[in-house]
């Protein structure tokens, strides 16, 4: 008897939190973006207008070309977070000196403000004052490249910023599988002379299957929401070029305070996200154990 | 492995880590160089000066802003363990219909573009009157590490055998107190370690900080841009800024880099 209630005593308060802070707010988010509410015009109220906001978003091909920014700034920002990632795990699980320090070191990147890190890459990527320009221009690349002001780079420039942030995590969560391998089937491999390249693809790959996975699906979701190295780094431009979902709904809504518009925004981006998420999971073929 | 190689790995490993942390060590060297030093090119290199450090601490809001970012920070690591570790011993002991429905629910608290929860908690923070307090912020913030708290904590509750509860209930222990007495001490490194983790991110948070304060309440996150809206040759302060806003993360997160996997994957990965 006193077992059941606590266990609804304890679970009770986390329940109900998420309840009034999640749950509402999104059934409020839905409300709106059935209704025009614009927060410069007070006067005209918050009628109702159908799929109106919906109709407006899908039908606007700027809203096509920040979904084409959106997806190849996060497979690219994934795919290369993944590789460097995983080459350096594979290092470091070998590395015997030091590991700790090594491990917690690669981190600082992660884990540093969002916000200094995209105030940091500007800097450094100054076309006239960045440190980056004048050692780019020491080995032969035309001096005052504007990385982050030439549509034709911008994106990629956001990605290696990102990429830098984010790689720690990809190695640290495969470094944590390839740690947890048993040692024998490698030693056998190597009896049997079996090549590293093979004993990595047919003993390694399969083993921390799992874990690359998890990486890249947790990578995927953080990608979606990047937002402080946009908004420091290029503010969306230049043009459109760098204008992601998350930037351009965040322009909607409070530059130009249409928050009708933002909230249909939001919520399709939700559950494209989520949809995506979990595709992403039911095409690995093995699913995973995840909890 | 051969020996010689041993050697050039860690050698390796050494050169890739300096680096990579480059732009850090940048940011540091850069906080030390005042005025025009700070963006001269090519580099110069005088000797280091302490006022930046000076101006940033002495000149600027940055007292305020720093007790702000402390309060925020202090009451939802508080508030979010209070919450979660219960809740978090209840999904790890008992059986609870739907359990990995709501594991689902908690990620997509991840997943959901900050954008989503922003424009709702606008516009009732704005109805409520709460735009620029420290409590909207609070309110926000426990709902990014909730999750966190709960699923961390739940795989050290995990961790310890069950046996050790169930003969301190035999002694006419009540379930509470075996969970006040024994769980709790057992799963305690667990407990800090989802602080520190929520902590951490609170601090590190600008999105909804910026969005939600203006001048009463701005924590050091939110601060961070002005130095390059007011004047945009800032440099060396900005960066004397920047060091002094990384430093408790960094402090913290050496204190428990053991479970930073856990830390930043919510549990997902043990």
Partial sequence: MEEKKLKYIFLL??????????????????????????????????PFVGIGNYWELLSSPEFWDSTLKTLGFVAGSVLFSFLLGLGLALSLVRVTRLKEFFRTAFVIPTIMPPIVIGLLWRFMLHPHLGIIDYLLSQVGFPPHMAWLGNPSTALFSLM?????????????????????????????????GLSRWTTFRKLTVPMIKPMMIVAILIRTMDAFRTFEIIYTGTKGGPGTATKTWE??????GWEYFNMGLASAFSIIMLFLIIGLCMLLLRSFRRGVQIG | MVRHEKVVLNIAVT????LYLFPFFWMISTSLKVGAHAWSIPPEWP?????????????????????NSMIVCIITTMAALGLGVPAAYSLSRFRIK??????????TTRMGPPVAFAIPFYMIFLNLGMIDTVGALIVLYMIMNIALVVWVTKGFFDEIPKEIEQSALLDGLTRFQAFRKFALPLASEGIYAAGIFTFVFSWNEY????????????????????????KEFLWGEMCAAATLVCIPVIVLIVIVHRYIVRGLTMGVVR
């Avoid at chain 1, 830098?164 to 490698?186: D, Q, R």
């Avoid at chain 2, 999105?207 to 007011?230: G, I, K, W």
């Fill in chain 1, 13 to 46: 308060p986390v329940f109900v939190f998420l309840l009034a802070f999640i749950i509402f707010p999104l059934a409020y988010s839905i409300y709106l973006s059935f209704h025009r509410c614009g927060l410069t015009h007070p006067e005209i109220g918050t």
């Fill in chain 1, 160 to 192: 290696v910023i990102d990429v830098w942030e984010w790689m720690p995590l990809m190695m640290l969560i495969m470094l944590a599988g390839l740690m947890s391998i048993p040692k024998a089937p490698f030693e056998a491999a190597k009896v049997d």
């Fill in chain 1, 247 to 252: 930037f351009f709904a965040y322009r909607i």
């Fill in chain 2, 15 to 18: 050169v890739a880590l300096l």
């Fill in chain 2, 47 to 67: 000797f280091p000066s302490l006022d930046n450090y000076k101006y940033v601490l002495f000149e600027t809001g940055f007292f305020k802003w720093f007790t």
């Fill in chain 2, 98 to 107: 739907g359990q990995e429905h709501l594991f689902f629910f908690i990620l």
């Fill in chain 2, 207 to 230: 999105f909804y900080a910026s969005l939600f304060t203006s001048t009463q309440s701005r924590t050091l996150a939110a601060y961070m841009p002005s130095f390059l809206v007011v």
